[in-house]
Nanobody, 121 residues
């Protein structure tokens, strides 16, 4: 199983970006999908998550600005980021809880490679 994230970049304060993360490989089912972010010398923090039933959860710092969504047919999770602030600058990682066809009763958390988001004027 591999996760490929994309969509990061440099944006001015108040701007928008959309991150995508597609999973591929021996996939049986994907449970919760999530986005985390990390800045140097700090712990990775949860930004948003979405269950298979599309229940969502957001960090307080991004509520009302970020929207997480998923496309189960494409094994893809998205993060629409609006009203970006300099403090949103970080490396963003996707995370998907995946059960494979080989072991359909067991799921593991897989990580994408990280995509840099920089908010600066």
């Amino acid at each position: 199983v591999q996760l490929q994230a994309s969509g990061g970049g440099l944006v001015q304060p108040g701007g928008s970006l959309r991150l995508s993360c597609a999973a591929s490989g021996n996939i049986f089912r994907i449970n919760t999908m999530a986005w985390y972010r990390q800045v140097p010398e700090k712990q990775r923090e949860l930004v948003a998550s979405i269950t298979r039933g599309t229940n969502t959860n957001y960090a307080d710092s991004v509520k009302g600005r970020f929207t997480i969504s998923r496309d189960n047919a494409k094994n893809t999770v998205y993060l629409q980021m609006n009203g970006l602030k300099p403090e949103d600058t970080a490396v963003y990682y996707c995370n998907q809880d995946i059960a494979t066809r080989t072991a359909p009763r067991t799921s593991y958390a897989y990580w994408g490679q990280g995509t840099q988001v920089t908010v600066s004027s």
